[in-house]
């Protein structure tokens, strides 16, 4: 296993193709899953209506609009005011999906979010779309890696970053039937099938992928798969790791991340976020409070990116799989001298 | 349609009372924007009094009429005016920012009867009575939405994407009432950011626009009545008031915004507010 440090010179990582997976993996974007479901969902409740900020291509929402033209709310490029209407159809009776790229929607309007939202309890559902880098190469203006630590700071919100389509599926169900405050942050990046078969999606909770005993490997989004393929690795090397998808970063799985520092004592996290204040804080706060052992948290690494795609730019931050795999080699390496 | 409005003598004295409440509380708290909550006193009473459709045994019911008070440092006018329309006990308000108390600075919905969304940062109520008014809209029904906002306030941008929205959708069941005091924490309005001219603001964002004096209970209700006719757009009534209304030495007084009067000033101050017998 090469020793190079995880945030990798460019050169090093600069091939946007997966380079732990050599077998052709059908990749999705996750956005599709998303507008199907919320057509499902409008079809069986009356009370949904879709809210947007001119983001009806972009949030997908040709389908939704063609069908309903009438219950989808398009407030123009305004995004203060995308969220306090939300909050307003909300407290009218209806069930409003506020749907903008994740960086306008959570940047722009963050004390809406915040006051007219979480505060006020209004049952709105917040989609942050193309969230993360997922706009890659049009520059960290429209990059959103910091949406998990603004938003995991305010009270009576769940977030939620989905891993795949079916994921995808089952987090928006369950946000419509979710009464109060969620966030979906759902990317557009092209991702694998992920969740087993029969797989059931719960706010709150977080699900083992993997077994192992060495060391744990939690992601969310974008990185599950990042973290599986990491995980195919490390088995090489004769290394178990544990593998965790946390798609709630709020309110947080609290038993299952203490669970893992138990029984693994090493334990990696990889998120499509910087690493203040993220997932992998949310994952040390647990950690440190309760079950201390030695962890590397990926992320973007307090800086805006450059240019790149979004594969690009992972891998760039060290979160290829081979990235991950390193990281959790030196977990382990740390857990052992500690011991 | 409220065809049987209370005279204006009747709603002249429970402002009064509201008003004198109001400066117990705040005296008695030892803090609340005194000046803010005067100025607006007259439009929540004929709200409260001649207008809103809402039942305090019922405050959560579907098809009430919304009101927002946007400026929600006024709170405890709120409070005083909820007090007196029966949506919470009146011997709650001696506990008016105190801890442990839901009678919080700014108005929290989740606690109190008759608040429908927590404001206090401005320039949040007017986008949120635009979804309130989409909704009756989208759900055929016919209850209206009201929303009280300062003057200072609509420096905030986010009233302008509002204003744009509205129009658009054409609001007809909205009404926007603009408590026009002139002066906002600091300065005067016109001295900080000045709005003039203000009514041409609104009319050129698609809105009815109508004038009116803000503690004269004939105008206020010969606006709503223009709110409640025109069809096909928002209506927004600009009312002209002063800054700590019914207090001399408040009036139109920047300093007052959040002063808390000296015992000798509240005695002056109650004095003048003593109920005139209607």
């Given at each position: 296993?090469?020793?190079?440090?995880?945030?990798?010179?460019?050169?090093?990582?600069?091939?946007?193709?997966?380079?732990?997976?050599?077998?052709?993996?059908?990749?999705?974007?996750?956005?599709?899953?998303?507008?199907?479901?919320?057509?499902?969902?409008?079809?069986?409740?009356?009370?949904?209506?879709?809210?947007?900020?001119?983001?009806?291509?972009?949030?997908?929402?040709?389908?939704?609009?063609?069908?309903?033209?009438?219950?989808?709310?398009?407030?123009?490029?305004?995004?203060?005011?995308?969220?306090?209407?939300?909050?307003?159809?909300?407290?009218?009776?209806?069930?409003?999906?506020?749907?903008?790229?994740?960086?306008?929607?959570?940047?722009?309007?963050?004390?809406?979010?915040?006051?007219?939202?979480?505060?006020?309890?209004?049952?709105?559902?917040?989609?942050?779309?193309?969230?993360?880098?997922?706009?890659?190469?049009?520059?960290?203006?429209?990059?959103?890696?910091?949406?998990?630590?603004?938003?995991?700071?305010?009270?009576?919100?769940?977030?939620?970053?989905?891993?795949?389509?079916?994921?995808?599926?089952?987090?928006?169900?369950?946000?419509?039937?979710?009464?109060?405050?969620?966030?979906?942050?759902?990317?557009?990046?092209?991702?694998?099938?992920?969740?087993?078969?029969?797989?059931?999606?719960?706010?709150?909770?977080?699900?083992?992928?993997?077994?192992?005993?060495?060391?744990?490997?939690?992601?969310?989004?974008?990185?599950?798969?990042?973290?599986?393929?990491?995980?195919?690795?490390?088995?090489?090397?004769?290394?178990?790791?544990?593998?965790?998808?946390?798609?709630?970063?709020?309110?947080?799985?609290?038993?299952?991340?203490?669970?893992?520092?138990?029984?693994?004592?090493?334990?990696?996290?990889?998120?499509?976020?910087?690493?203040?204040?993220?997932?992998?804080?949310?994952?040390?706060?647990?950690?440190?409070?309760?079950?201390?052992?030695?962890?590397?948290?990926?992320?973007?690494?307090?800086?805006?990116?450059?240019?790149?795609?979004?594969?690009?730019?992972?891998?760039?931050?060290?979160?290829?799989?081979?990235?991950?795999?390193?990281?959790?080699?030196?977990?382990?390496?740390?857990?052992?001298?500690?011991? | 349609?409220?065809?049987?409005?209370?005279?204006?003598?009747?709603?002249?004295?429970?402002?009064?009372?509201?008003?004198?409440?109001?400066?117990?509380?705040?005296?008695?708290?030892?803090?609340?924007?005194?000046?803010?909550?005067?100025?607006?006193?007259?439009?929540?009473?004929?709200?409260?009094?001649?207008?809103l459709?809402v039942d305090p045994d019922e405050p959560s019911a579907p098809?009430r009429d919304r009101f927002?008070?946007?400026?929600?440092?006024?709170?405890?006018?709120?409070?005083?005016?909820l007090?007196?329309a029966g949506f919470i006990?009146?011997?709650?308000?001696?506990?008016?920012?105190?801890?442990?108390?839901?009678?919080?600075?700014?108005?929290?919905r989740?606690?109190v009867p008759g608040v429908e969304?927590?404001?206090?940062?401005?320039?949040?109520?007017?986008?949120?009575?635009?979804?309130?008014?989409?909704?009756?809209?989208?759900?055929?029904?016919?209850?209206?939405?009201?929303?009280?906002?300062?003057?200072?306030?609509?420096?905030?941008?986010?009233?302008?994407?509002?204003?744009?929205?509205?129009?658009?959708?054409?609001?007809?069941?909205?009404?926007?009432?603009?408590?026009?005091?002139?002066?906002?924490?600091?300065?005067?309005?016109?001295?900080?950011?000045?709005?003039?001219?203000?009514?041409?603001?609104?009319?050129?964002?698609?809105?009815?626009?109508?004038?009116?004096?803000?503690?004269?209970?004939?105008?206020?209700?010969?606006?709503?009545?223009?709110?409640?006719?025109?069809?096909?757009?928002?209506?927004?009534?600009?009312?002209?008031?002063?800054?700590?209304?019914?207090?001399?030495?408040?009036?139109?007084?920047?300093?007052?915004?959040?002063?808390?009067?000296?015992?000798?000033?509240?005695?002056?101050?109650?004095?003048?507010?003593?109920?005139?017998?209607?």
């Amino acid at each position: 296993m090469s020793r190079q440090p995880t945030n990798a010179a460019p050169d090093a990582t600069t091939t946007a193709a997966p380079q732990t997976a050599p077998e052709k993996r059908v990749l999705h974007d996750c956005r599709n899953a998303f507008a199907e479901t919320l057509i499902e969902l409008a079809e069986a409740d009356p009370t949904l209506v879709a809210v947007c900020n001119d983001s009806v291509g972009s949030s997908k929402l040709e389908g939704f609009q063609q069908r309903w033209p009438e219950r989808l709310v398009n407030v123009g490029i305004a995004e203060q005011n995308l969220v306090g209407v939300g909050a307003g159809l909300a407290n009218g009776g209806l069930l409003p999906f506020v749907c903008a790229a994740a960086s306008f929607l959570t940047g722009r309007a963050l004390e809406q979010i915040k006051t007219d939202v979480a505060y006020s309890d209004a049952n709105v559902k917040l989609c942050g779309i193309s969230s993360g880098m997922a706009y890659g190469e049009l520059g960290a203006t429209h990059h959103s890696i910091e949406d998990f630590a603004w938003l995991r700071a305010i009270a009576n919100l769940a977030v939620i970053a989905p891993a795949d389509p079916e994921e995808t599926r089952q987090a928006v169900r369950a946000a419509a039937a979710h009464r109060g405050p969620v966030f979906l942050r759902l990317s557009r990046m092209g991702v694998p099938d992920v969740v087993p078969e029969g797989y059931t999606f719960e706010i709150g909770r977080a699900v083992r992928l993997r077994e192992g005993s060495d060391v744990t490997l939690i992601a969310n989004g974008t990185l599950v798969h990042r973290a599986l393929d990491a995980a195919e690795l490390l088995a090489t090397e004769g290394i178990e790791a544990r593998v965790i998808n946390l798609p709630t970063v709020r309110p947080l799985d609290g038993a299952e991340i203490l669970a893992a520092a138990r029984d693994t004592g090493a334990i990696v996290t990889a998120e499509e976020h910087q690493v203040q204040g993220g997932l992998g804080s949310a994952v040390a706060e647990v950690v440190v409070s309760h079950q201390p052992v030695p962890m590397k948290i990926l992320g973007v690494p307090g800086v805006f990116a450059p240019t790149g795609s979004a594969a690009y730019l992972l891998d760039r931050f060290g979160m290829s799989a081979r990235g991950i795999a390193e990281a959790a080699t030196e977990v382990i390496r740390r857990k052992r001298a500690a011991s | 349609m409220n065809s049987s409005r209370p005279s204006a003598q009747h709603l002249a004295g429970i402002a009064r009372r509201i008003r004198r409440r109001d400066l117990d509380m705040i005296y008695e708290a030892g803090a609340g924007h005194l000046g803010s909550e005067l100025s607006c006193t007259d439009l929540l009473v004929a709200l409260y009094f001649g207008e809103l459709q809402v039942d305090p045994d019922e405050p959560s019911a579907p098809t009430r009429d919304r009101f927002v008070l946007s400026k929600g440092h006024a709170a405890g006018v709120l409070y005083v005016t909820l007090a007196e329309a029966g949506f919470i006990d009146p011997a709650e308000l001696a506990t008016f920012m105190q801890p442990g108390s839901r009678l919080n600075g700014h108005p929290d919905r989740k606690l109190v009867p008759g608040v429908e969304t927590n404001t206090g940062p401005l320039g949040h109520g007017l986008p949120v009575a635009v979804g309130m008014a989409k909704a009756a809209k989208l759900r055929g029904e016919s209850w209206r939405t009201w929303v009280l906002t300062g003057d200072g306030e609509l420096q905030e941008g986010s009233n302008w994407e509002a204003a744009m929205a509205a129009a658009h959708f054409g609001l007809d069941n909205l009404a926007l009432v603009i408590d026009h005091n002139r002066f906002q924490q600091g300065a005067a309005v016109a001295d900080t950011n000045d709005l003039a001219p203000l009514a041409d603001k609104w009319r050129a964002f698609g809105w009815h626009l109508h004038e009116l004096d803000g503690h004269d209970f004939d105008a206020i209700f010969a606006g709503f009545d223009v709110a409640r006719s025109t069809r096909g757009r928002p209506t927004c009534l600009i009312a002209h008031t002063n800054k700590g209304e019914g207090i001399s030495f408040t009036r139109d007084r920047v300093a007052w915004h959040h002063r808390v009067p000296t015992a000798e000033e509240y005695a002056q101050a109650r004095a003048e507010l003593t109920e005139v017998p209607s």
